[in-house]
């Protein structure tokens, strides 16, 4: 009995794992109050850009196109993603990390350890 409700106990304050739901977030919510989301599983769709140390995620596609990098996050892209993602709205699955600024140290904080980035809007079949 004593096991069972220790093993309860730590199943409820362990952080999330794989195989958890991302919590829906804004991008905006993420780079106003960082701190509220740090190392959270989080889902977001937003623009992506992969690049030779700018791979990264956009508020809009405007934000990319003028340069404004605080207006997104870095991303930590797996080697098996799809590189004709790049360029094009996506869905991104991962862990938010409010200390990692990126390349530089431009942008708002970064998604690492990415579990899904697929196309969005998904494509109808």
């Known amino acids: 009995m004593v096991t069972l409700l ?3 106990a730590v199943a409820f304050i362990s952080p999330a794992r794989a195989g ?3 919590e829906d977030v804004s991008i905006i919510q993420l ?5 509220k989301f740090d190392r959270k599983f989080v889902r977001l769709i937003r623009f992506l850009c992969i690049a030779f140390e700018g791979d990264s995620i956009y508020l809009h596609r405007e934000d990319f196109e ?9 991303v930590d892209i797996p080697e098996k993603d799809d590189p004709k993602l790049s360029m094009h709205y996506v869905l991104i699955e ?4 409010a200390n ?3 390349h530089m140290g431009m942008f708002g904080g ?10 969005w809007p998904p494509k109808k079949l």
Do not use: Y
């Open 110 to 119: 970064a998604i690492r350890k990415i579990s899904r980035m697929t196309a």
């Open 100 to 102: 990692d600024h990126g």
């Open 20 to 22: 958890d739901m991302p």
């Open 6 to 8: 220790l093993c309860a």
């Open 31 to 35: 780079i106003a109050t960082p701190e």
């Open 94 to 97: 991962g862990t938010f990390d």
């Open 66 to 74: 003028k340069g404004i990098p605080r207006n997104g996050l870095w």
